[in-house]
């Protein structure tokens, strides 16, 4: 027998020299035994050649077009890149002493967050040192704006940019109509101070504007002065507004405020979030309203009808109104576990920053933005915001065109700030 060939008639079963045979041997006869287990086999795993006769699927032909394309290759290989590259995956990577040691920098940071803590409240009491400094200046702002003093000379001297050009057309005119000048003089009606000074405010800039409506307007005339107080030492970090009204037809309070408490601590839960001191709450006051004065609500009628009977009556009801009045009427934050829906935070943060606003610019700054220069530097800035929007949106332009062949990546997350 040559030593190729195989009589044994187990040989299919066992594979034995079957790697060397150049053809199959011819089947012998085989008993039952063998049989059933050759069905079993055959049964259990198929052999490749079955394998390698079965057409692929669509799915799989699909895959190969797939990946035989270089950009979605290079793209997955980006995505790759990326995951593999990220600050955290890197970190998980070092050894436990590098991580032991990281451990200990945070700690280092979170007392750095305590120590700026305490800082911001050292600047809240300068704030509240250098506050008594400005307030002889606001009252005789106040003194002015309400007549009560009549500035002097040279209180009311100022040199405007183009003071040459008006000194001319004032000595032309001098010239020209000096009689007429002294005539219509004696008829020129003279205002107590500065008529609806703060009214006025409100109407030129427009955070505040969004607030009025119409039937508010004739109350605001009567305000004459927003004055801002700072917390005394040793209380909780917060600061009163206070409105000063005159007398008027609408309610008896001759001062309404609206008082915003401040934390300037790192939080427990998450120390590295804090960027120096926030509004956290704000409580108003009680509006004295004379009868049917009331801005902040309206009346309406209702008809009802009685389900037994059929009878209809009519019924009056008061319903919320909208007014800047109801500033004075605060949501409280939410507390003891409990959370504000998505509007309720919306409102919220812009009362927190409404009242930002009056502390840091409104006060400080009146007679500009009585004159509407403040806000005309507000929108300088802000154009050059929108100029940096600008550029920043051509470059997301070009990020576009990558996402043509890189449809996996993702754009980059705006920062957050804080209403300091």
């Known amino acids: 027998m040559s030593s190729d060939q195989c009589m044994c008639p187990g040989a299919q079963l066992c594979g034995l020299r079957q790697a060397r045979l150049p053809r199959r041997c011819p089947a012998p006869p085989r008993d039952k035994n063998i049989q059933m287990a050759d069905n079993s086999f055959s049964d259990g795993a198929p052999s490749d050649s079955l394998e390698a006769g079965r ?86 702002r106040r003194e002015f704006v309400t007549g009560d003093v009549e500035p002097t000379d040279s209180e ?15 000595d032309v005119k001098n010239k020209v109509v000096i009689a007429d000048k002294e005539a219509t003089a004696a008829e020129e009606p003279s205002p107590r101070g500065v008529p609806e000074f ?21 109350i605001l005339k009567h305000l004459q002065d927003i004055q801002v107080k700072f917390s005394e030492p040793g209380q909780p970090m917060s600061f009163v507004l206070e409105f000063h009204f005159g007398p008027n037809d609408y309610f008896t309070n001759a001062v309404l405020t609206k008082t915003y408490k401040m934390k300037s601590e790192p939080d427990k839960a998450d120390p590295f979030s804090f960027e120096g001191p926030e509004i956290v709450d704000c409580d108003g006051c009680t509006i004295d309203w004379k009868k049917g004065k009331n801005v902040t609500v309206k009346t309406i009628k209702k008809k009802q009808k009685h389900k037994g009977r059929g009878t209809v009556r009519t019924i009056t009801k008061q319903v919320p ?41 409104i006060v400080p700054r009146a007679v500009l933005y009585f004159t509407g220069e403040a806000v005309e530097d507000d929108d300088n800035f802000e154009e050059g915001e929108e100029g940096e929007e600008e550029e920043l949106g051509d470059e997301e332009g070009e990020d576009e065109e990558d996402a043509e062949v890189n449809p996996k990546k993702e754009p980059g997350q705006p920062s957050e700030c804080k209403q300091q």
């Open 321 to 361: 109104n909208d007014s800047f009045f109801n500033f004075f009427s605060p949501l409280k934050a939410s507390g003891d576990g409990e959370s504000l829906d998505e509007d309720s935070e919306f409102t919220l943060a812009s009362d927190f920053e409404i009242g930002h606003f009056f502390r840091e610019r």
């Open 55 to 140: 057409a692929p699927s669509a799915t799989e032909t699909l895959t190969d077009q797939v990946m035989q394309n270089p950009q979605v290759l290079a793209a997955l290989q980006e995505r790759l890149d990326s995951v593999s590259h990220t600050p955290s995956s890197y970190i998980e990577t070092l050894p436990k002493a590098v991580k032991r040691r990281i451990n200990a920098l945070k700690q280092l940071q979170v007392k750095c967050a305590h120590i700026e803590a305490k800082f911001y409240e050292e600047v809240h009491d300068l704030e509240r040192k250098y506050a008594a400094l400005y307030q002889p200046l606001f009252d005789k």
């Open 156 to 170: 009311s001297e100022w040199h405007s940019e183009n003071e040459e050009e008006d000194k001319l057309a004032g």
């Open 198 to 218: 703060w009214f006025t405010i409100f109407r030129n800039v427009d955070m505040l504007s969004e607030l009025v409506q119409e039937y508010d307007e004739p």
